[in-house]
């Protein structure tokens, strides 16, 4: 399966900005960057993905190192609903692991009113 | 749109006791479906992998099976249920196109205690 590193546990402020880290330095140059959130009690839910390029959705946005070994999930202004254990995940193009995505620890967001 | 159903919500029992869990998809057809089970404080772990009709992969090895009777239906089983079985269950299905783009979505998921 993929590894990633992500710290355990980050904290903010509502409405200030969250910068979620990720580590990934075995990640092959057409591996996919993916990032699931996952609030209490519920099953994961998508929040965004890339390969090279940054990318901006109305969830998020996702900075990827030149290099491709990390990348940032970018929260910009972070809200109680925000609170949740965030994945970063990254899949193979091909072989027996295709589509299937292999879930972390994450990294647990507290936000802070 | 798209909808992910699982039942039970909330499971409690027995060791040695049977299992049954089911995952309903409606609104797409011919998806991808996955099991996954989260131990309590852990990561989510794949446990099985479908990609059509009878058609099951499994991830891990141990006492729990799969099966995909119909193309939106996927079942979780276990003859005799254990004490390390316990967890939070959760079903998802992709677009069949097997592409490492591919997006997943989560049901409600099973609380599952063995007692």
């Known amino acids: 399966d993929a590894k990633t590193t992500q710290p355990n546990s980050m904290e903010s402020n509502e409405e200030e900005p969250v910068h979620l880290p990720c580590n990934h330095s075995?990640?092959?140059?057409?591996?996919?960057i993916h990032w699931y959130r996952q609030l209490p009690s519920q099953g994961p839910e998508y929040v965004i993905h890339?390969?090279?390029s940054n990318v901006n959705n109305r969830m998020a946005s996702l900075a990827i190192a030149e290099d491709r070994k990390s990348s940032t999930l970018i929260l910009h202004r972070a809200t109680l609903r925000d609170a949740a254990v965030y994945y970063c995940?990254?899949?193979?193009?091909?072989?027996?692991?295709?589509?299937?995505?292999?879930f972390g620890r994450g990294t647990q967001l507290t936000v802070w009113p | 749109s798209q909808t992910i159903h699982q039942w039970p919500a909330t499971l409690v029992q027995p060791v040695g006791s049977p299992l049954s869990l089911e995952c309903t998809v409606e609104g797409t057809s011919n998806p991808n479906l996955y099991w996954y089970r989260q131990a309590a404080g852990r990561g989510l772990q794949l446990l099985f992998y479908?990609?059509?009709?009878?058609?099951i992969s499994s991830e891990v090895p141990q006492n729990l099976s799969a099966s995909r009777p119909q193309d939106r239906q996927f079942i979780l089983s276990s003859k005799k249920l254990l004490l390390s079985d316990s967890g939070f269950y959760l079903c998802a299905w992709s677009v069949r196109r097997l592409a490492h783009t591919d997006t997943q979505y989560f049901g409600p998921g099973t609380r599952l205690t063995v007692l």
């Open positions: 890339g390969l090279t």
């Open positions: 075995t990640i092959s140059g057409t591996d996919y």
């Open positions: 479908s990609v059509g009709i009878g058609q």
């Open positions: 995940i990254f899949t193979h193009d091909r072989g027996s692991t295709l589509g299937r995505l292999y």
